[in-house]
């Protein structure tokens, strides 16, 4: 079962622990999104703020796989 951190240091905190498997990074408009997958639950977190996104981006450990998910194109008709 997912689980929502709601604290900026608290994601913090999980990006610098050990048991870190992947981490997906998910750009909306406004929002980036980032799915933390540890060993037992899946981590989720919502930045709104760009400042903290790209801070939080740079704190990803270099050996861990991260997946960058951008905004899709809107579809023509």
Known sequence: MPKQVQE????????KSGSIR???VKTNGENTKFKVRCAKYLYTYICADK?????LKKAIPKDIHVVEI????????
């Open 51 to 55: 400042a903290k996104a790209e801070e």
């Open 8 to 15: 900026f240091k608290q994601i913090l905190k999980l990006l």
């Open 22 to 24: 992947a981490v997906r």
């Open 70 to 77: 951008a905004k899709k194109a809107p579809k023509a008709e």
